[in-house]
């Protein structure tokens, strides 16, 4: 099993920038894409951004281009989402998860989730 750890929520004010990171555990990384979600209270859970396993592709979703960046240290076995320009609108539990096939489908449905850090952009 592979398990996931997100860490780096907190709070922040408009217009700042914050680093979420994610560690794994139990397994290597690097046959996994990566990806980072995203559940605001009363909504559905969101796509953030993706990260093949070699880290050669990426993918964001409309909320996060241009202001989110995503990236991996597979020797680490770490995934980070480093994000700027926050807006309240960015308010949510983020969640880190890895999935053997992602950029294959582009099936948001992960293999394996991370229990969510709490991010808070604040007005």
């Known amino acids: 099993q592979l398990q996931l750890v997100e860490s780096g929520g907190g709070l922040v004010q408009v217009g700042g920038s914050k680093r979420l990171s994610c560690v794994a555990s139990?397994?290597?990384?690097?046959?996994?894409?990566m990806g980072w979600f995203r559940q605001a209270p009363g909504q559905e859970r969101e796509f953030v951004a993706a990260?093949?396993?070699?880290?050669?592709?990426?993918r964001y979703g409309d909320s996060a281009r241009g202001r989110f960046t995503i990236s991996r240290d597979n020797t680490k076995n770490t995934v980070d989402l480093e994000m700027k320009n926050l807006k309240p609108e960015d308010t949510a539990v983020y969640y880190c998860?890895?999935?053997?096939?992602?950029?294959?489908?582009?099936?948001?449905?992960?293999?394996?989730w991370g229990p969510g850090t709490q991010v808070t952009v604040s007005s």
């Open positions: 990260i093949s396993s070699s880290g050669g592709s990426s």
């Open positions: 139990g397994r290597t990384i690097d046959n996994y894409d």
């Open positions: 998860a890895a999935d053997r096939y992602y950029f294959a489908s582009y099936n948001p449905d992960f293999e394996f």
